[in-house]
């Protein structure tokens, strides 16, 4: 199917931020939402990384610090900042960033990542770097963002959430 010149298979929306200097996005089809900062409730024995637990539209989300996890200087946060709602293997994770905006690219613009490009950010967590004009957006996987045992972790605090929520 041909769309003003493009084939539709090989558009791609992300959903780009910045997190510190650095200027991210994640595939559109892994975002649940976008919302404002809101009150974050804080969890015992967390992973470093994690700020706490959210309610959002009646489920727990775990909110994760994404400068902390990915080992980079975040900046302070502002007016622009913003929780990033993905699904990363069937865990819900809020993100925190600044920014956040929804752009049309080519597949085609996505590059592999040289392995030692990536530099203070995991490796594991890109899966391609993305060609802007006159800048570069590193694309995150968010299926890498949290290890199997963080993901465990993060749906064990998502489950002691939902039991406060429900007075247990």
Sequence with gaps: MEERGFSVDREMQLVSFRVGREELGVDVQKVDGVISPVDITKMPRSP???E???????????VVDLARRL????????????????????????LIVDT???ININAGDVEPSPA??????????V????????????????????????RGD???IESQGAGLEEGA
Excluded: M, W, Y
């Design 71 to 94: 080992g980079i200087e975040g900046s302070k946060r502002g007016a622009a900042t913003r929780i990033v709602v993905v699904e990363a293997q069937n865990v819900k994770v809020g």
């Design 116 to 125: 030692l490009a990536a530099g203070t950010i995991e490796s594991s967590c």
């Design 52 to 62: 706490g637990i959210i309610n959002l539209r009646g489920h727990i989300v775990a």
């Design 100 to 102: 956040p905006e929804v």
């Design 127 to 150: 899966s391609g770097v993305v060609k802007l004009d006159d800048r570069l957006l590193i694309l995150l996987d968010v299926d890498n963002i949290l290890t199997e045992r963080e």
């Design 154 to 156: 993060v749906g064990v």
């Design 48 to 50: 470093e990384f994690v």
